[in-house]
């Protein structure tokens, strides 16, 4: 059996990593030389309560280790969580390139994805309203391909030269080092506001999208424009899309400043139990492309990575599917020593000549060696293709590869030619044979100057729920920084783009009456005509873009969702068991909530373990509560405070509630439903059917609260 998994391609980096994994269990203690220890207590001293020898080589050994054991964390995306799955293509992209994991539908590629905040440090919470990274390492049999993204469509800046601006705004403030994972400060709205190239981002960080219930309900996005190389050698545009099966949900902001508290580890917990429990994080891959011919036939430009193609223009082709089914060994070797790099490519795929995509190929390495200790770091486990690689680059700091003989040069005839060069037949890279013709400059092209029009169309595209959060973030965001003007000129800013939104923010913060500033773009080159760096108003094209809003995701599915029950002794058994059942069949999780901690008896004498007390949980962990009957249960819950603000809580999240015969008691004492019409998604004494359709609906944002 073990033999007949070697040979699969999806296990290929599993199988590998597996030669650098150390098993402790039966074995004796050593020393990092091989030494076995007979005391792992008490320091060598000289007497018994005497000074500590320097001789002491296991103390000595120890220590320095510990000593050593940090690195520096990722300059940004510091706080990621990782696993490990395969990639299966369904559908061949052989017209459109040539990379070999995209010819044959039923191809099996392994990968490594890592998701992360961007802001916050690695200790950081879980549930910032951040963009999140959504970086894929394809193990393919050419070599690593990196499909570096994040959860959002577009970047905040059109050009690599500003991304230190960037992040050193939205980071803690330099003096204080204040606050930590959160854009709600002076210095990243002072930056928004003077650089208006930010606002389609923006309007994203103020939705829902940055506060996703799970990663594995977030989309990922490529952003950049790549191409695309067929084997003729065409060459295409490219977007690259992955699809949550799932369905694309988020927390309210309440509950994710409730959840930084309670668990900052949220999403960190949810993917390992979820993959744990046999539960696999999947997305669907897709891809939008676009003929070469048409690369100026949108009314934005397609190198600009604040721009997405709205789906509505350019559909989303569906080709494979990503699961994610295996959880990391250690965290540090794997999740935190991995290495991305948007220049890890393959054969068939390339970029554009998008100015941030540009940038980011040269820092990534850059990056890593300093993180990572030197130049050796494609050598970690994690890091190494599943392919062979040969080259004549040596030595540098913790070199593992021995590579004999004489010759570490090319030309050679030493090592008679060895490793020799391939033909673009024989899998050679080749770079698509792109003609450039230009003066070097440095200028922002004239096509890149419309801020606003991608903004409003975001905006349009969202229900009156999505609508009323982003008013509410940007209140809350703008609301947190000091300097009056700093408020004044984002509010000018988004009166650009809408002049309702811009009223209802600017009523919030006390502005009387919103204005654009005069001059409202501040990044020009010192010798340049402000007038020509000025954003175009905005001319939505399409109007409006029904894919960007989450209202409109596919609901199908209540697989991993978590569900509260409320149970205390003399629960009934029959009502849980039932609901329990048929939760357990759609692949819900149900948690037992009780007052205490250990088991309770129900109705009929079973024992029934306790998952959480109403002390240890809250209801922001859970995505919908059910209260089964037995009065002697409910006659305890009914006493309990913190079980009441639980229901009354979820109410106010728009979750769904069931209670069957006698928990309608508690549900009414708690919620006081004075009309006979009961609420939006609180269902009384109705089937398990109805619980597990209203569960699908993630949440009933119709429900006045
Ligand atoms: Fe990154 N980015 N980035 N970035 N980025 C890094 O590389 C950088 C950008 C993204 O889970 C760093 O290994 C520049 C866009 C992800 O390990 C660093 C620019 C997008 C991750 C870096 C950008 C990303 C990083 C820090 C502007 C979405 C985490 C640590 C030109 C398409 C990968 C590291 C992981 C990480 C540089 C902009 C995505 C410093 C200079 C746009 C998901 O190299």
Redesign the pocket.
């Known amino acids: 059996m073990a033999k007949k998994n070697e040979n699969k391609l999806e296990d290929q980096k599993s199988n590998d990593l597996k030669k650098n994994t150390v098993d402790n269990n039966g074995e004796f203690l050593t020393t990092n030389q091989g030494l076995r220890i007979n005391d792992d207590q008490n320091s060598l001293t000289a007497g018994e309560r005497g000074p500590t020898l320097l001789e002491d080589f296991h103390l000595r050994e120890k220590i320095t280790h510990f000593d050593h054991e940090r690195i520096p964390e990722?300059?940004?995306?510091a706080r990621?969580s990782g696993a490990h799955g395969y990639f299966e293509l369904h559908e061949s992209l052989s017209e459109y390139t040539k990379a070999d994991f995209l010819q044959t539908p039923g191809t099996r590629t392994p990968v490594f994805a890592?998701f992360?905040t961007v802001a916050g440090s690695r200790g950081s919470t879980d549930l910032a309203r951040d963009v999140r990274?959504?970086?894929v390492k394809f193990y393919t049999q050419e070599g690593n391909y990196d499909l570096?993204?994040?959860n959002m469509p577009i970047?905040f800046?059109q050009d690599?030269i500003k991304?230190p601006d960037l992040i050193h705004a939205v980071k803690p403030e330099p003096n204080n080092e204040i606050p930590q994972a959160a854009s709600a400060h002076d210095t990243f709205w002072d930056f928004v506001s003077l650089t208006p190239e930010t606002m389609h981002n923006v309007m994203w960080l103020m939705s829902d999208r940055a506060i996703p219930r799970s990663l594995r309900m977030m989309e990922g996005f490529?952003?950049?424009t790549y191409r695309f190389v067929n084997k003729e050698g065409k060459s295409f545009f490219v977007r690259f899309h992955w699809k949550p099966v799932l369905g694309v949900h988020s927390v309210l902001w309440e509950e994710a400043q409730k959840i930084s508290g309670i668990d900052p580890d949220f999403h960190r917990r949810d993917l390992y139990d979820s993959i744990d429990k046999g539960m696999f994080a999947e997305w669907d891959f897709g891809v939008q492309i676009v003929n070469e011919e048409d690369e100026h036939k949108f009314s934005f430009d397609l190198l600009d990575?604040t721009k997405l193609i709205p789906e509505e223009l350019v559909p989303v082709k569906i080709v494979g599917r990503m699961t994610l089914n295996r959880n990391v060994d250690n965290f540090f070797a794997e999740t935190e020593q991995?290495?991305?790099h948007p220049g890890h490519v393959v054969p068939g795929i390339d970029f554009s000549n998008d100015p941030?995509l540009q940038?980011?190929l040269f820092?990534?390495t850059?990056?890593?060696l300093i993180?990572l200790g030197g130049p050796n770091f494609h050598e970690i486990p994690i890091n190494r293709p599943v392919c062979p690689f040969h080259n004549n680059q040596r030595d540098g700091y913790m070199r593992q590869t021995i590579n004999p003989g004489q010759s570490s040069y090319h030309p050679n005839s030493t090592g008679e030619g060895f490793p020799k060069q391939a033909k673009e037949s024989e899998g050679g890279y080749t770079s698509y044979h792109e003609r450039i013709d230009g003066h070097k400059i440095r200028t922002r092209s004239k096509s890149f100057m419309d801020h606003f029009s991608q903004p409003a169309m975001f905006y349009n595209s969202l229900n009156e729920v999505e609508k009323q959060h982003v008013i509410d973030a940007f209140s809350f965001e703008l609301g947190k920084v000091k300097k009056a003007e700093i408020r004044e000129r984002t509010v000018g800013l988004i009166t650009k783009i809408n002049k309702d939104l811009a009223k209802l923010v600017a009523d919030r913060l006390g502005i009387k009456n919103p204005k654009p500033d005069k001059i409202m773009n501040h990044s020009y080159p010192a010798d340049a005509n402000p007038n020509d760096y000025q954003p175009m108003d905005a001319n939505p094209d399409p109007k409006s873009s029904p894919a960007v809003s989450m209202a409109n995701t596919r609901k199908d599915s209540i697989k991993s969702r978590m569900i509260a029950f409320f149970a205390a002794d003399g629960v009934d058994a029959k009502s849980m068991e039932n609901m329990k059942k048929a939760l357990g069949k759609q692949q819900a999780i149900v948690k037992i909530v009780a007052p205490h901690a250990g088991e309770i008896k129900t109705s009929s004498g079973e024992t029934v373990k306790v998952d959480e007390s109403f002390l240890t949980a809250d209801s922001v962990m859970f995505d919908a509560i059910f209260i089964p009957g037995g009065k002697k249960s409910i006659n305890t819950i009914v006493g309990i405070d913190k079980a009441k603000t639980y229901v009354q809580d979820a109410f106010k999240h728009f979750k769904p509630i069931g209670a069957v015969d006698d928990g309608e008691e508690f549900l009414q004492k708690s919620l006081e439903l004075k009309s006979k019409e009961l609420p939006k998604g609180v269902l009384l004494n109705e089937q398990a059917s109805a619980f597990i359709d209203a569960i699908k609906q993630h949440r009933f944002w119709e429900r006045k609260v």
């Open positions: 990722r300059i940004v995306h990621g890592r992360s990274g959504f970086a570096v993204g994040n970047f800046i690599a991304f490529g952003i950049h990575p991995i290495a991305f941030l940038g980011r820092s990534y850059d990056t890593q993180r």
